[in-house]
């Protein structure tokens, strides 16, 4: 382990690597460490100095940061901007650390202290509206879905190892459904969120014959407005189609549009 | 050409003669929402999994010939050099049973670009020639519109060519290994009243088109209309999903992708299919994107489907199957699409 990392007589420094969590299931560090056909080749090509879930010593000087949840509590954000402080990159790790995942759903009623007494009972801890990393730090990469796929992150590891670019596909999951060959869900009566969502899962769900709930965000072509359309078209409500915009928090911005036309068009109707 | 005929009930003797190779062609897949039948062309196991009164598969028969993800080359990585594999993926001949005119005139397309051309494709050549094509007649369906394209019949790219006489088929037979399992299944030689009969279930699909698409100078037309405002309408629409092009049996755009293996050993080189409707289609090192706007890329696709290869062919790229209308879930299909860019809605 402690030779000299090379590719092509090209030598390369392993990276020391970070593993944080917050608010989350800890499910997309479990995926990462879920490998053992590979677990031994990645721990070959960068130093992890710091994984609560797969090891006990601990050290601050650390050049990457993966991070794992969403923003709840103000303690959070002390912790999260002195990591900010450590690494010179920080990865946001899965739906929850990108758009807040989850665990946003809470933002979605009015009263947060209804919510905390519903979930705490007598016994509160101090929580806030849930948000993504972004709102307190900057993220410079982030690793999409709920959970990850780990092919994914060794594909990321290795690039950033060897220096080779690193891009997410900007189209949509229908593009990997279609070349899966599946049937559309929407033919088959179940509505699915692939027309907007970010590629790159190779269209899990609808490989399964799962509509997809949209868990890696908007893709960076997102016709939301189209999609209401087809909702409508296969008999399906804004509700539905909601709910699964909603659900992992990607796609805040382009829901509150909605949201705000909306109520016209439904006055017009009666 | 020579033609033959033979009685339908021999028809599983032909498959069965030819069932010493993979069998793939169309097949039930399901049913929709409604109770209607779908179908995709696949690997066939048994006679029995052979729909012939299949209508328009999901898919075409393009990932035959050009898989939606293939790897080209790969490579073992030494400490300072490597040493580059190629392997053209193909390992056994196909027989497709039961293919239609669109498609098979799809490949011929497909043939002008990708083993005609000045680069001619290794990986595709060796998987085209290794297919052995039964065609099957056909009759229109809503959404065919091969009539106008000029595709409704196959004149060469198949090796035999079935169509139904109601109690026998009729061949047309072009290659010589067509010839001879038809001669293993005791084939005759057509009557004058088959031939007559030929004629009249032709013609009878001629009638039956329903979808016209006006194809008079459209080449023109399209440079005409360039800023047509109908590009930007169905622009609104488009979500630049790639359906369209991953559904088509003549879209072979595609991008290549190199990754290194996790344990920095080895490396291989990926050929996807790509859309020019994506959004990254056109976006180049730096960050640049040609085709930023959802119309562009969409007008795109038909320019180069409908001008572009006819300058460079003499023949549209669109060999009017439908399948790309059909696919579309923002409802976008060519008939629609070049009328309201000629100007008649
Ligand atoms: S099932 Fe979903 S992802 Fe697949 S083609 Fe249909 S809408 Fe797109
Ligand atoms: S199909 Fe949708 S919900 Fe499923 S993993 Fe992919 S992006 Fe997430
Ligand atoms: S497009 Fe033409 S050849 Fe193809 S199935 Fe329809 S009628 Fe037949
Ligand atoms: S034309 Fe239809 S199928 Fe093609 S990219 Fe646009 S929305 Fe998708
Ligand atoms: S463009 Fe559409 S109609 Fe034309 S060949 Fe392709 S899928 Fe068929």
């Given at each position: 382990m402690d030779q000299q990392l090379s590719y092509l007589g090209v030598p390369l420094t392993r990276p020391k690597v970070a593993f944080f969590d917050f608010t989350s299931c800890e499910g997309c560090q479990l995926q990462i460490l879920n490998n053992e056909a590979t677990l031994l080749d990645f721990l070959n090509l960068v130093e992890i100095v710091n994984f609560r879930e797969g090891m006990s010593e601990k050290s601050d000087n650390y050049d990457i940061a993966f991070i794992e949840g969403s923003i709840s509590r103000p303690d959070e954000i002390k912790r999260l901007e002195a990591i900010r402080h450590n690494a010179k990159i920080v990865v946001a790790l899965g739906s929850c650390a990108c758009?807040?995942?989850?665990?946003?759903?809470?933002?979605?009623?009015?009263?947060l202290n209804w919510v905390k007494k519903e979930v705490y009972g007598d016994f509160p801890i101090e929580t806030i509206e849930v948000h993504p990393l972004e709102k307190y730090v900057q993220v410079d990469l982030k690793i999409y879905g709920c959970p990850i796929k780990k092919e994914e992150v060794e594909k990321i590891v290795t690039n950033l190892v060897v220096g080779k670019s690193i891009t997410s596909p900007e189209y949509p999951v229908c593009m990997e459904c279609k070349a899966n060959e599946n049937i559309c869900l929407f033919e088959l009566g179940e509505p699915c969120l692939g027309p907007v969502t970010r590629a790159g899962c190779d269209a899990w769900c609808t490989n399964n014959r799962r509509g997809c709930?949209?868990?890696?965000?908007?893709?960076?072509?997102?016709n939301v407005r189209q999609l209401e359309e087809i909702m409508h078209k296969y008999g399906f409500s804004n509700e539905t189609m909601l709910d699964r915009l909603e659900c992992f928090g990607g796609f805040a911005s382009l829901t509150k549009e909605i949201k705000k036309t909306k109520k016209p068009a439904a006055k017009r109707k009666k | 050409m020579i033609f033959k005929v033979f009685p339908k009930k021999k028809l599983s003797l032909l498959y069965e003669l030819l069932a010493v190779n993979t069998m793939v062609g169309p097949t039930l897949k399901g049913k929709d929402r409604n109770g209607k039948s779908l179908y995709d062309f696949d690997v066939l196991y048994?006679?029995?999994?052979?729909?012939?009164?299949?209508?328009?598969?999901?898919?075409?028969?393009k990932r035959f010939v050009l898989p939606y993800h293939e790897k080209l080359s790969s490579f073992d990585i030494n400490k300072t050099d490597w040493k580059k594999h190629v392997d053209i993926n193909v390992y056994k001949p196909l027989v497709f049973f039961g293919m239609h005119p669109c498609d098979i005139n799809a490949l011929n397309k497909l043939d002008m670009v990708l083993a005609g051309n000045v680069y001619p494709n290794p990986y595709y050549i060796g998987k085209r020639k290794n297919i052995f094509i039964v065609g099957l007649d056909c009759s229109p369906e809503p959404q065919c519109f091969c009539h106008s394209m000029g595709t409704d019949s196959a004149l060469h790219g198949f090796d035999m060519f079935l169509t139904d006489l109601g109690d026998k088929y009729f061949v047309e037979v072009l290659s010589a290994t067509a010839f001879d399992f038809l001669s293993q299944i005791k084939s005759k030689e057509p009557s004058k009243k088959d031939h007559q009969h030929y004629k009249q279930v032709n013609a009878l699909k001629n009638k039956n088109f329903a979808t016209n698409v006006e194809t008079n100078d459209l080449t023109k037309i399209l440079d005409l209309e360039f800023d047509a405002k109908a590009w930007d309408q169905w622009g609104d629409k488009c979500l630049s999903c790639g359906t369209c092009s991953n559904v088509c049996p003549t879209c072979y755009c595609y991008g290549v992708e190199e990754n290194i293996d996790l344990d920095l050993k080895n490396a291989n080189k990926i050929r996807s299919l790509h859309s020019c409707n994506l959004l990254d289609f056109a976006k180049v090192s730096g960050g640049h994107n040609f085709r930023p706007e959802k119309s562009t890329r969409l007008k795109y696709r038909y320019y180069h489907k409908h001008r572009g290869f006819v300058e460079a062919f003499e023949e549209s790229l669109c060999v009017g199957c439908g399948r790309c209308g059909q696919a579309c879930l923002a409802d976008i299909t060519p008939p629609e699409v070049i009328a309201s860019v000629r100007g008649k809605e």
């Open positions: 758009f807040g995942g989850v665990n946003q759903l809470k933002n979605r009623f009015n009263d709930w949209g868990c890696r965000g908007p893709a960076d072509v997102a | 048994t006679f029995d999994d052979l729909a012939l009164d299949y209508t328009a598969t999901i898919h075409s028969a």
